[in-house]
């Protein structure tokens, strides 16, 4: 089944290439030409799953989204108190080129602006190799695939970067730089030219979501601490003289690139990757602004609502053969069940549904077996859940239904925007809708009996049809609406029950609260097991709909024991057998680890 935000990316893929305004960026002879109908979008959630559409494996260069990544390098070799001797944390408020140094000092501002990154470089270790190898060996380990650098680009970059020089030689007059600045600004530029996709940027960006982690391959790429430190200064920075329009409306840590890249971070959660070349006065992608203001409206991630890890909320997943309901079938139906029971299944889910931990679930569902008829998701240990989970939730449920396929919830107290999914108070509830479902699609009529005889009831198979019929001449016939209790925890026993057609619950009351224990249908009895517990009534019994029953009373049995009580023997031996069948299985159901 294709997933929601597959279905969501493509209609805001759409929607966006009407927008057509911006230019390619100038500045830099090789780019200038760019295609401005080349657009995508590329979402990596923190376990390496990507989302992606249109032009997505399509190469650009990096430009100024390389700084963030360079700035956790310096930072890793250097540590944090070396490096902010060298460049300040504070926004500039000046476009990304701006000739600005802390007057005295000569700091730049902060490492997002090129006056900081330039600096940057010059701190990145190059006593082992190369500095640029360890830059394009960082970048790549971020990615998670060996990246490349196009020499036309940074030969472009070398021949108009005018202003970088000035910059870093006017770090170096500061000390900034404390050698030649030559060789630093050779490999800015050609860390500015390093190529990528979108898919490779938003992979890149999920590593600094996952706290410097590569979420693919699981190295460590930077520390926990750079990742902070750079996250922090892509928020306040990282869009430059934009950063405070961004920062309210987005929401995001994010850096944008003259090379029509954009990137944004949901710390614990999620990569954010845009491409499209067309640029506006700040340098930013015009697609990738309106893209990541709708993306992060829809799906709830401005870091003042969504920041909680994305953690997979998925605590269990289980076909329903695991935990069968309480309710009696016939045998056949139990057999069929065994089989077919794996097409339904639940997944039990737990914590806060936000856009991660809902991404995650629906994943998974998306990706299930096309054999899969039934999905319960069981809602009753999750505490909250946003309007983008419940907006998820439901496109899931449409999904599913327009492959024939049925997903149901079960919620102790129904939430209101999820109420056109049919939903259950408890799970075996929703266990007994799936097995009867699957019994009606899968079976015979007579193995879900919506009558039956006296003489055809299981109970009494071991009896001959004499005792059956002189058993039967004794009961009392009644037809009783729905709703009606029939019996209390604590009466004394009133005889067995024969249910011909309809159902009755069986519930107990467990720490102050109703609990539905059975649903017991055409073709079974209740009532013999009050013989134990001192002849008393253990549970509540009540009709669910018109029932038809029997009752073969107390008193009728009596007067059976005193006439005819070798019968009575024979039909205690086979009610007793019976009743050690249900207890037997009762006892297995409640050891099994899920319930």
Same mark, same amino acid.
């Given at each position: 089944?294709?997933?929601?935000?597959?279905?969501?990316?493509?209609?805001?893929?759409?929607?966006?290439?009407?927008?057509?305004?911006?230019?390619?960026?100038?500045?830099?002879?090789?780019?200038?030409?760019?295609?401005?109908?080349?657009?995508?979008?590329?979402?990596?959630?923190?376990?390496?799953?990507?989302?992606?559409?249109?032009?997505?494996?399509?190469?650009?260069?990096?430009?100024?989204?390389?700084?963030?990544?360079?700035?956790?390098?310096?930072?890793?070799?250097?540590?944090?108190?070396?490096?902010?001797?060298?460049?300040?944390?504070?926004?500039?408020?000046?476009?990304?080129?701006?000739?600005?140094?802390?007057?005295?000092?000569?700091?730049?501002?902060?490492?997002m602006i090129n006056a900081g990154a330039i600096a940057t470089i010059s701190l990145v270790n190059d006593?082992?190799?190369?500095?640029?190898?360890?830059?394009?060996?960082?970048?790549?380990?971020?990615?998670?695939?060996?990246?490349?650098?196009?020499?036309?680009?940074?030969?472009?970059?070398?021949?108009? =970067?005018?202003?970088?020089?000035?910059? %870093?030689? &006017?770090? +170096? @007059?500061?000390?900034?730089?404390?050698? $030649?600045? !030559?060789? *630093?600004?050779?490999?800015?530029?050609?860390?500015?030219?390093?190529?990528?996709?979108?898919?490779?940027?938003?992979?890149?960006?999920?590593?600094?979501?996952?706290?410097?982690?590569?979420?693919?391959?699981?190295?460590?790429?930077?520390?926990?601490?750079?990742?902070?430190?750079?996250?922090?200064?892509?928020?306040?920075?990282?869009?430059?003289?934009?950063?405070?329009?961004?920062?309210?409306?987005?929401?995001?840590?994010?850096?944008?690139?003259?090379?029509?890249?954009?990137?944004?971070?949901?710390?614990?959660?999620i990569g954010l990757a845009i491409y499209s070349p067309a640029l506006d006065p700040h340098g930013s992608?015009?697609?990738?602004?309106?893209?990541?203001?709708?993306?992060?409206?829809?799906? =709830?991630?401005?870091?003042?609502?969504? %920041?909680? &890890?994305? +953690? @997979?909320?998925?605590?269990?997943?289980? $076909?329903? !053969?695991? *935990?069968?309901?309480?309710?009696?079938?016939?045998?056949?139906?139990?057999?069929?069940?065994?089989?077919?029971?794996?097409?339904?299944?639940?997944?039990?889910?737990?914590?806060?549904?936000?856009?991660?931990?809902?991404?995650?679930?629906?994943?998974?569902?998306?990706?299930?077996?096309?054999?899969?008829?039934?999905?319960?998701?069981?809602?009753?240990?999750?505490?909250?859940?946003?309007?983008?989970?419940?907006?998820?939730?439901?496109?899931?449920?449409?999904?599913?239904?327009?492959?024939?396929?049925?997903?149901?919830?079960?919620?102790?107290?129904?939430?209101?925007?999820?109420?056109?999914?049919?939903?259950?108070?408890?799970?075996?509830e929703a266990v007994e809708w799936a097995e009867f479902t699957l019994l009606a699609r899968h079976g015979?009529?007579?193995?879900?009996?919506?009558?039956?005889?006296?003489?055809?009831?299981?109970?009494?198979?071991?009896?001959?049809?004499?005792?059956?019929?002189?058993?039967?001449?004794?009961?009392?016939?009644?037809?009783?609406?729905?709703?009606?209790?029939?019996?209390?925890?604590?009466?004394?026993?009133?005889?067995?029950?024969?249910?011909?057609?309809?159902?009755?619950?069986?519930?107990?009351?467990?720490?102050?609260?109703?609990?539905?224990?059975?649903?017991?249908?055409?073709?079974?009895?209740?009532?013999?097991?009050?013989?134990?517990?001192?002849?008393?009534?253990?549970?509540?019994?009540?009709?669910?709909?018109?029932?038809?029953?029997?009752?073969?009373?107390?008193?009728?049995?009596?007067?059976?024991?005193?006439?005819?009580?070798?019968?009575?023997?024979?039909?205690?031996?086979?009610?007793?057998?019976?009743?050690?069948?249900?207890?037997?299985?009762?006892?297995?159901?409640?050891?099994?680890?899920?319930?």
């Amino acid at each position: 089944m294709r997933s929601p935000i597959d279905s969501y990316l493509a209609d805001l893929y759409t929607d966006l290439l009407a927008l057509t305004s911006g230019t390619p960026y100038q500045g830099i002879p090789a780019m200038a030409d760019a295609d401005t109908s080349k657009f995508a979008i590329a979402l990596a959630t923190v376990d390496g799953h990507i989302y992606h559409v249109g032009d997505a494996e399509l190469p650009f260069s990096i430009q100024s989204i390389s700084k963030p990544f360079s700035y956790a390098l310096a930072l890793d070799d250097n540590g944090q108190d070396a490096v902010d001797e060298k460049i300040d944390v504070e926004p500039s408020g000046d476009a990304f080129n701006e000739i600005s140094l802390a007057r005295g000092t000569g700091r730049p501002a902060n490492a997002m602006i090129n006056a900081g990154a330039i600096a940057t470089i010059s701190l990145v270790n190059d006593e082992e190799s190369s500095r640029f190898e360890r830059i394009l060996e960082h970048f790549s380990a971020a990615a998670g695939r060996q990246l490349q650098y196009s020499e036309a680009i940074f030969a472009s970059e070398m021949r108009t =970067g005018h202003r970088n020089r000035a910059l %870093a030689h &006017l770090l +170096r @007059s500061f000390n900034i730089i404390e050698k $030649d600045p !030559t060789p *630093v600004l050779e490999d800015y530029f050609r860390a500015c030219a390093v190529m990528v996709s979108t898919n490779d940027l938003a992979m890149m960006a999920a590593t600094l979501a996952n706290g410097g982690t590569q979420p693919r391959t699981g190295e460590q790429v930077m520390s926990k601490e750079a990742v902070q430190r750079t996250l922090s200064v892509m928020t306040t920075c990282g869009m430059y003289d934009d950063a405070g329009s961004w920062i309210a409306a987005v929401g995001l840590p994010a850096k944008s690139g003259v090379g029509g890249g954009l990137i944004a971070v949901l710390p614990g959660q999620i990569g954010l990757a845009i491409y499209s070349p067309a640029l506006d006065p700040h340098g930013s992608s015009v697609r990738g602004l309106a893209a990541s203001e709708r993306i992060s409206a829809d799906m =709830g991630l401005h870091f003042v609502r969504a %920041a909680r &890890l994305g +953690r @997979s909320v998925i605590r269990e997943h289980y $076909d329903i !053969t695991q *935990v069968p309901s309480r309710t009696r079938h016939t045998e056949g139906a139990v057999k069929l069940l065994a089989e077919v029971g794996i097409r339904a299944h639940i997944v039990e889910l737990g914590g806060d549904l936000l856009f991660a931990g809902t991404e995650s679930m629906v994943r998974e569902i998306s990706e299930l077996e096309g054999t899969i008829e039934l999905v319960i998701l069981d809602l009753r240990r999750v505490d909250e859940i946003d309007q983008i989970a419940v907006r998820m939730i439901n496109q899931l449920a449409d999904g599913l239904a327009a492959e024939g396929r049925t997903l149901a919830l079960v919620q102790e107290h129904v939430f209101e925007p999820l109420a056109s999914i049919q939903a259950f108070p408890n799970r075996n509830e929703a266990v007994e809708w799936a097995e009867f479902t699957l019994l009606a699609r899968h079976g015979s009529p007579e193995l879900v009996p919506t009558e039956v005889a006296i003489r055809d009831f299981a109970a009494l198979t071991p009896l001959e049809s004499t005792d059956i019929a002189r058993l039967e001449a004794l009961m009392e016939e009644s037809r009783i609406e729905d709703g009606r209790i029939l019996r209390t925890p604590g009466q004394e026993f009133g005889g067995v029950y024969f249910i011909l057609s309809g159902k009755v619950v069986t519930s107990t009351v467990q720490a102050g609260r109703l609990v539905r224990h059975a649903t017991l249908s055409a073709g079974m009895t209740f009532g013999e097991m009050a013989l134990g517990g001192e002849g008393e009534q253990t549970t509540r019994v009540t009709v669910e709909g018109r029932l038809h029953l029997k009752k073969l009373s107390a008193a009728a049995i009596n007067r059976l024991e005193a006439e005819a009580p070798e019968v009575a023997l024979r039909f205690w031996k086979a009610v007793a057998r019976d009743a050690y069948t249900r207890v037997e299985a009762n006892i297995k159901d409640s050891e099994n680890p899920l319930h």
